[in-house]
């Protein structure tokens, strides 16, 4: 019983299968009782009526003889003691004009009844007399049907019963077990968490349509799994793509124009939270128009991308190089001062013009000019930009390969 009120409390189809199989069972029970005893109680009122005729036929002639001899005593006598018998409910004798001598017992309207005709031979000649009629007692039998009736429902209840809970083992073991298992995986199932398949160990050198169910789900699971999880790596590496698409320049993978402004905006605010200074560059590739209109724009992008990663090299991790548009880059230097960025230009200078290229003369290398400054407190980055843009133009117009600064940010060389 421990074992059926714990199945019960933790599986609702075991208690819908109970009650489903309890209820056909036991409709099924009461048809097969009621027309079991049904057959019983004709059998038993038939074997009533056939003794009861019986006892009739064996007391005709005497019945007849009285009605004969018109003796009503002795035909009410032979009348009291067929109802002491107990097997008729009611008895009639009447004569030959049908007028009634002798009522004995009480007559039920509802029930059948049964006519014998009393014939009494005299002169060597038979005449009818009378009739004998006649009903039976059935109330014992439908008495005793009731009871068995009752006897046989609970009998047959109790084995329904248990009978039911064996079937609902069997169920339980072969089906509701493993229905229950994949219920709890699948509600625990989540596709991007480590992945558990279902235990099977349990049904190891089993082959049944349950265990093979599981195997199925466990791994149309795993697929899954592993096709969240690829998507989710898909997904990652995609958007790591559009970032950098939107964040650097396709040609030469330094930050692009948007992005670098953004940095620049950044490192502008956190500079003057923390007191410190913020210089700025801006560089031009000398000649570059008459680089793509001799030699094609596929030499023209190499240069691009070589010159982007020697001035790379250059920097320090907390520097941005961007490429502002053409031939233009930028570069952000946090902490600026005069003799490191007049290094720093010096130094992007020299990584540039010693850039090997196989389309170029031999006596021919490519230069840069540049223009720099130091951001002020009071203005904002495109300001200073738009400053060491001007210097830019003014190397440019010095003859290039040249880099020009503010007047009062030239730093004092030591030799």
Same mark, same amino acid.
């Given at each position: 019983?421990?074992?059926?009120?714990?199945?019960?409390?933790?599986?609702?189809?075991?208690?819908?299968? /109970?009650? @489903?199989?309890?209820?056909?069972?036991?409709?099924?029970?009461?048809?097969?009782?009621?027309?079991?005893?049904?057959?019983?109680?004709?059998?038993?009122?038939?074997?009533?009526?056939?003794?009861?005729?019986?006892?009739?036929?064996?007391?005709?002639?005497?019945?007849?003889?009285?009605?004969?001899?018109?003796?009503?005593?002795?035909? =009410?006598?032979?009348?009291?003691?067929?109802?002491?018998?107990?097997?008729?409910?009611?008895?009639?004798?009447?004569?030959?004009?049908?007028?009634?001598?002798?009522?004995?017992? $009480?007559?039920?309207?509802?029930?059948?009844?049964?006519?014998?005709?009393?014939?009494?031979?005299?002169?060597?000649?038979?005449?009818?007399?009378?009739?004998?009629?006649?009903?039976?007692?059935?109330?014992?039998?439908?008495?005793?049907?009731?009871?068995?009736?009752?006897?046989?429902?609970?009998?047959?209840?109790?084995?329904?019963?248990?009978?039911?809970?064996?079937?609902?083992?069997?169920?339980?073991?072969? *089906?509701?077990?493993?229905?229950?298992?994949?219920?709890?995986?699948?509600? =625990?199932?989540?596709?991007?968490?480590?992945?558990?398949?279902?235990?099977?160990?349990?049904?190891?050198?089993?082959?049944?349509?349950?265990?093979?169910?599981?195997?199925?789900?466990?791994?149309?699971?795993?697929?899954?799994?592993?096709?969240?999880?690829?998507?989710?790596?898909?997904?990652?590496? @995609?958007?790591?793509?559009?970032?950098? /698409?939107?964040?650097?320049?396709?040609?030469?993978?330094?930050?692009?124009?948007?992005?670098?402004?953004?940095?620049? =905006?950044?490192?502008?605010?956190?500079?003057? @939270?923390?007191?410190?200074?913020?210089?700025?560059?801006?560089?031009?590739?000398?000649?570059?128009?008459?680089?793509?209109?001799?030699?094609?724009?596929?030499?023209?992008?190499? *240069?691009?991308?070589?010159?982007?990663?020697?001035?790379?090299?250059?920097? @320090?991790?907390?520097?941005?190089?961007?490429?502002?548009?053409?031939? $233009?880059?930028?570069?952000?230097?946090?902490?600026?001062?005069?003799?490191?960025?007049?290094?720093?230009?010096?130094?992007?200078?020299?990584?540039?013009?010693?850039?090997?290229?196989?389309?170029?003369?031999?006596?021919?290398?490519?230069?840069?000019?540049?223009?720099?400054?130091?951001?002020?407190?009071? $203005?904002?980055?495109?300001?200073?930009?738009?400053?060491?843009?001007?210097?830019?133009?003014?190397?440019?117009?010095?003859?290039?390969?040249?880099?020009?600064?503010?007047?009062?940010?030239?730093?004092?060389?030591?030799?």
């Amino acid at each position: 019983m421990a074992f059926l009120s714990r199945l019960i409390n933790t599986s609702r189809l075991s208690r819908v299968l /109970l009650i @489903r199989i309890l209820l056909f069972s036991g409709l099924f029970t009461v048809i097969i009782t009621a027309v079991q005893l049904s057959l019983n109680y004709q059998k038993e009122t038939e074997e009533l009526q056939t003794i009861s005729q019986q006892l009739a036929e064996t007391n005709a002639p005497s019945l007849a003889r009285a009605l004969w001899e018109l003796n009503a005593t002795k035909a =009410n006598d032979i009348g009291i003691y067929l109802m002491r018998i107990g097997l008729f409910k009611s008895i009639t004798i009447k004569n030959e004009n049908g007028d009634t001598m002798v009522f004995l017992g $009480e007559k039920d309207i509802e029930a059948h009844q049964t006519s014998i005709k009393l014939q009494f031979e005299y002169s060597g000649r038979t005449g009818t007399v009378g009739t004998f009629e006649y009903q039976i007692v059935t109330d014992i039998v439908k008495r005793k049907i009731k009871d068995d009736f009752i006897i046989i429902l609970i009998s047959q209840f109790i084995k329904t019963f248990f009978v039911s809970i064996f079937i609902l083992f069997i169920i339980h073991k072969l *089906v509701i077990r493993h229905l229950n298992e994949i219920s709890n995986w699948l509600n =625990n199932f989540k596709p991007e968490s480590s992945f558990s398949p279902l235990a099977l160990e349990a049904d190891k050198g089993s082959s049944n349509e349950m265990v093979k169910l599981k195997s199925a789900i466990s791994e149309m699971g795993q697929q899954v799994h592993k096709h969240s999880t690829g998507l989710e790596k898909v997904v990652a590496e @995609r958007t790591a793509e559009l970032e950098k /698409l939107a964040y650097t320049d396709s040609l030469t993978g330094v930050t692009n124009r948007g992005a670098f402004l953004q940095a620049a =905006n950044e490192e502008l605010n956190r500079s003057r @939270r923390l007191s410190y200074d913020v210089g700025v560059m801006m560089l031009d590739l000398d000649h570059f128009k008459a680089i793509n209109d001799t030699y094609g724009h596929d030499a023209g992008d190499k *240069v691009l991308k070589q010159v982007s990663q020697a001035m790379a090299n250059c920097l @320090r991790k907390e520097d941005t190089l961007g490429r502002i548009g053409g031939e $233009e880059f930028a570069v952000i230097t946090p902490g600026a001062d005069k003799r490191g960025m007049h290094k720093l230009a010096s130094r992007l200078q020299q990584a540039i013009a010693i850039l090997n290229f196989s389309f170029l003369p031999d006596n021919k290398n490519i230069t840069v000019s540049i223009g720099y400054t130091k951001v002020s407190n009071d $203005e904002d980055f495109k300001a200073a930009l738009k400053r060491a843009d001007e210097h830019l133009y003014t190397a440019k117009a010095s003859g290039r390969n040249t880099f020009i600064t503010d007047k009062g940010f030239l730093p004092r060389i030591v030799s």
